[in-house]
């Protein structure tokens, strides 16, 4: 399929603060060249792992918009990592969205139940990113668990 | 009838047999009743002819005591002092007639005539008419010296007879007869009860000629009516045979009575016929008497033979089937421990027995099915677990051989895309090759992860509510031009508006329809690929038929076997057999179907059915944590 054209996205969403937690290289490179390099999102924030997760999210600046986790993650998991987001009162609206190879379905449950906003499977599809991560920043709940 | 036969199905065999006992011995006393009163009847009617015999007898006996004694009182009253002179004298004086009337009454006799040497009257208590006349045969036999004793008929009554007697007057010497004394009492009722003794079961009666001439004081008429009924054997007896009735007579109380005629002579001489009537009375009680002590005695036994039979029965037979059932009843319950007591080797016992045995193999099967369960479901949890093991395995595996996978497709892609820096043509349309195979690939992994799932049981759907199914119509279609491109083919779209909202696994089932228009796609080289989509009742169905070369009736059972293609698929080439078996499965797992109708060269239309909202599908997310698990179809 060619699909590989920018989707129509309004130019200050371009803007969008987006932050990822990933510990596989290569996922974070697919994300940072997918993202930032193919759809054009100027800010893009990798992290290597969650250690002082709580301190390093609250020194960003801008603060990021949306946050993937990426859940089998050290030394704090993804389900940890949504804690302490959601302790921190200014990241209370932030949508959470978590990234998950494992597809059984009493993860996704847990994850749900855990307060997630979104979960999408990785890899993540590339050919649908733009309109999930607009729909997810519209607020819209996404589950795309694809087996 | 039925209602009786029904009642008697229903009642304990103890009960059955009490009745049976109970009739058979109720006709036994029937039959024993009647042999009985026959043979009694037999048997009084012998006694009583017995007893009558015995009776005649004494009766003869009887009257010729009375002759013998009415001689002796003539006798005494002829030997009075001065009674012989007188008649010598031919006359008598007064006091000698009162004196003779003295003694006459004496010895209480009547009819009293006194004759002289001539024949004359000297005294007659019967004034004009004597009782009897010189020429009399008793007369001249006691004038001859001789005396004599006989019935004669009262003078002038007719009906009246006497017993009379006639003896000599003798002289002194006792040599010469000089007189006759006659002397009698009246036949009367008075004399036949002193017969009979004033007995209340004989009555007599005394027949001369044809007349009834003394009855005794008891039930006359009756033997009035004997003299009416019996002539013949009156006269049978008048003749000198007795006769005895061999049948007894019913009389007026209803008690059978014997009868008999009989001669009486008295002093050698004819005296009539004597009838007795006999009542057996006594004999009917006596008979009465006997039947009712053997009544008692048999209803007695009867009773006890009941009893005993009861108790027996009921030991013997009512108590080990209510032990059978019992124990029958037992197992039904479930409890097969219980056993049988056999008490006794009848038929009841070997029922008991077998009832034992059956339970003993039922046991031993239970056990052995038991063992056998028990090792089922050990197999059953392996390949449980088995399966747990395996779908963690394709999980795993589909997330190992995507990722890398996916990376190679993706930054492929950038570079094509210059986002890497430009490309030139040449190198771009390089690059999409590799895309293209990098797609093919990953196409070729899904569906052997997913064949794998299906084989092994672990193809779980996500499920979802409220599915709309447009967005998938759209992408199929979309994707569907991209495959058209370059074909001369053209694709038509038939969808029936409104579409519902359905109950499904939004993926699989963008996965069917895209599996079966690239299906059509890959193998129509002209022509159209026509897609519907409607809803018919509960289902969506959906269809798409193409103009391809159609698929050989032989043939379309390969088409759903896993890794299998036809001549004209291997010959398109791509593909790795698996999207339809696939499929079929996700449609089924829906609870759908998916068929397919062809003919060589005539196209192929593929349908699918899926419930719109199946119950037996739970939604993922929600309802419960675990979605569905599919079992395989092979």
């Known amino acids: 399929m060619s699909d590989d054209t920018l989707s129509p996205i309004s130019a200050n969403s371009l803007q969008t603060v987006i932050l990822y937690v990933e510990d596989d290289a290569r996922s974070r490179k697919v994300f940072d060249?997918?993202?930032?390099?193919?759809?054009?999102?100027q800010n893009v924030i990798l992290f290597e792992d969650s250690a002082d997760f709580v301190a390093r999210l609250q020194a960003l600046t801008p603060q990021p918009d949306v946050i993937f986790v990426d859940i089998h993650i050290k030394p704090h998991t993804g389900f940890e990592m949504l804690t302490m987001i959601r302790q921190l009162p200014a990241f209370n609206h932030v949508p959470v969205v978590a990234l998950t190879a494992s597809v059984m379905n009493e993860e996704v449950e847990r994850l749900r139940m855990a307060g997630f906003n979104s979960c999408l499977a990785k890899p993540v599809d590339l050919d649908n990113f733009a309109e999930t991560l607009a729909l997810i920043l519209q607020g819209e709940s996404i589950w795309r668990i694809i087996d | 009838m039925n209602r009786l036969k029904a009642l008697f199905d229903r009642a304990t065999v103890a009960n059955k047999f009490i009745l049976l006992t109970i009739i058979m011995f109720g006709l036994l006393i029937v039959s024993f009743t009647w042999l009985f009163n026959s043979r009694f009847d037999d048997l009084v009617v012998i006694v009583?002819?017995?007893q009558l015999e015995g009776e005649i007898d004494s009766f003869q006996q009887r009257f010729e005591v009375e002759g013998a004694l009415l001689v002796s009182g003539a006798q005494f009253l002829a030997a009075l002092p001065g009674l012989p002179e007188a008649a010598t004298d031919g006359t008598i004086s007064a006091e000698l007639t009162a004196a003779f009337r003295e003694q006459a009454a004496a010895v209480a006799l009547d009819h009293l005539e006194v004759f002289d040497a001539n024949g004359n009257l000297l005294i007659s208590t019967e004034g004009e008419t004597p009782s009897i006349t010189t020429d009399n045969a008793m007369y001249r036999a006691a004038a001859a010296g001789q005396p004599s004793v006989a019935l004669i008929a009262h003078a002038s009554e007719r009906n009246e007879w006497l017993m009379y007697s006639t003896v000599p007057l003798l002289d002194a010497s006792g040599t010469q007869v000089v007189g006759v004394l006659g002397a009698g009492y009246p036949l009367d009722s008075s004399f036949m009860d002193e017969l009979d003794a004033s007995r209340e079961d004989i009555h007599i009666g005394l027949i001369m000629g044809d007349d009834l001439i003394a009855t005794d004081s008891s039930e006359p008429e009756e033997l009035e009516e004997g003299l009416e009924q019996n002539p013949a054997e009156i006269a049978q007896a008048a003749a000198g045979s007795a006769w005895i009735s061999s049948a007894l007579v019913d009389d007026e109380s209803n008690t059978p009575d014997a009868v008999a005629y009989a001669p009486m002579t008295v002093g050698g001489t004819y005296?009539?016929?004597?009838?007795?009537?006999?009542?057996?009375?006594?004999?009917?009680n006596l008979q009465g008497q006997s039947f009712s002590r053997y009544t008692g005695v048999i209803g007695i036994l009867q009773l006890i033979i009941i009893s005993i039979a009861y108790l027996v029965i009921r030991a013997r037979v009512t108590y080990p089937l209510q032990g059978l059932e019992k124990v029958a009843k037992q197992f039904s319950a479930g409890d097969l421990t219980q056993r049988v007591a056999v008490a006794n080797p009848d038929e009841i016992g070997q029922v008991g027995e077998a009832l034992n045995?059956?339970?003993?193999?039922?046991?031993?099967?239970?056990?052995?099915?038991?063992?056998?369960?028990?090792?089922?479901?050990?197999?059953?949890?392996?390949?449980?677990?088995?399966d747990v093991v395996k779908s963690a395995f394709l999980a795993s595996m589909s997330h190992e051989l995507r990722t890398p996978l996916n990376a190679v497709i993706n930054f492929t892609k950038f570079v094509a895309n210059g986002v890497m820096g430009p490309v030139n043509e040449q190198q771009e349309e390089t690059l999409r090759e590799v895309i293209d195979s990098g797609k093919h690939l990953l196409n070729l992994i899904n569906d052997v992860?997913?064949?794998?799932?299906?084989?092994?049981?672990?193809?779980?759907?996500?499920?979802e509510d409220n599915i709309n199914v447009e967005p998938l119509i759209e992408s199929v279609v979309a994707t569907t031009k991209v495959l058209l491109a370059d074909k001369p083919v053209k694709l038509e779209l038939d969808v029936n508006r409104p579409l519902p909202r359905m109950r499904g696994d939004r993926q699989r089932i963008l996965q069917i329809m895209l599996n079966l228009m690239s299906n059509a796609c890959k193998f129509t080289e002209e022509g159209s690929i026509v897609l519907s989509v409607s809803q018919h009742g509960g289902e969506l169905h959906i269809s798409v038929r193409d103009t391809g070369p159609g698929i050989a009736i032989a043939d379309q059972m390969l088409v759903f076997e896993p890794f299998k293609r036809t001549a004209t698929g291997i010959r398109q080439g791509g593909g790795t057999g698996l999207g339809m078996p696939i499929s079929r499965s996700l449609a089924e797992a829906h609870g759908g179907r998916l068929w397919l109708e062809s003919e060589l060269d005539k196209g192929s239309v593929f349908y699918v059915a899926l419930p719109i909202h199946s119950e037996a599908l739970i939604p993922t997310l929600g309802m419960t944590p675990v979605a569905l698990l599919v079992k395989a179809v092979q």
């Open chain 1, 33 to 41: 060249v997918m993202v930032r390099m193919s759809l054009g999102y």
């Open chain 2, 48 to 50: 009583s002819q017995q």
């Open chain 2, 271 to 284: 005296a009539g016929v004597l009838q007795i009537r006999y009542e057996i009375d006594q004999l009917s």
């Open chain 2, 449 to 463: 992860l997913d064949m794998s799932k299906i084989q092994s049981g672990s193809l779980k759907l996500f499920v």
């Open chain 2, 357 to 386: 045995t059956m339970a003993d193999q039922l046991q031993a099967t239970f056990k052995r099915l038991e063992v056998e369960a028990t090792e089922a479901n050990e197999a059953r949890r392996h390949a449980e677990q088995s």
